[in-house]
């Protein structure tokens, strides 16, 4: 069976129907948490539209665009699990990978603080898009190798 898609764009997709969706969103008593989770899917769905529509390469704006929609993300998201702490709401359930995400936008500070100054004004694509370095796996292809291995012949 041919895959046409990419799983990884999967949580890009789930946080764009989120946005929609929170946008439209009547939240009688609980309007400060519900703009916190929006904020929070918003800014995430902001730093994954803008590695996804770019190339192998990042320009200094596109990398900008993403370092703050990136810290964005963090402090709404903290915010939102103060939130749902302080008055005891069931939590946000999409959870990051946090450790992880933090990484990777601490590499994109890390690339666009070694560029020159030539490069930066002219905006020159030159900041390895972050999406390059992961690895992705069809899970249904990980899966039959695993029951594949644990069945004796």
Request: proline share 4%; charged share 20%; with cysteine.
């Amino acid at each position: 069976m041919c895959r046409s898609w990419f799983k990884g764009a999967d949580t890009h997709a789930v946080l764009k129907f989120l946005e929609q969706k929170l946008a439209g969103l009547a939240a009688h008593g609980w309007e400060d948490y519900k703009s916190s989770i929006y904020n929070a899917v918003s800014t995430a769905n902001r730093f994954l539209s803008t590695l996804y529509r770019a190339g192998l390469w990042l320009k200094p704006s596109e990398t900008s665009v993403a370092i703050a929609a990136g810290m964005n993300f963090c402090c709404h998201y903290r915010e939102c699990s103060e939130y749902a702490f302080r008055h005891e709401k069931t939590r946000f359930k999409l959870p990051p990978k946090f450790h992880a995400f933090v990484h990777i936008v601490h590499s994109l500070v890390e690339q666009i603080g070694k560029l020159p100054p030539a490069i930066l004004r002219n905006n020159d694509p030159s900041v390895l898009n972050v999406l390059a370095q992961s690895c992705q796996q069809d899970e249904d292809f990980v899966g039959h190798l695993a029951s594949l291995s644990r069945t004796s012949v």
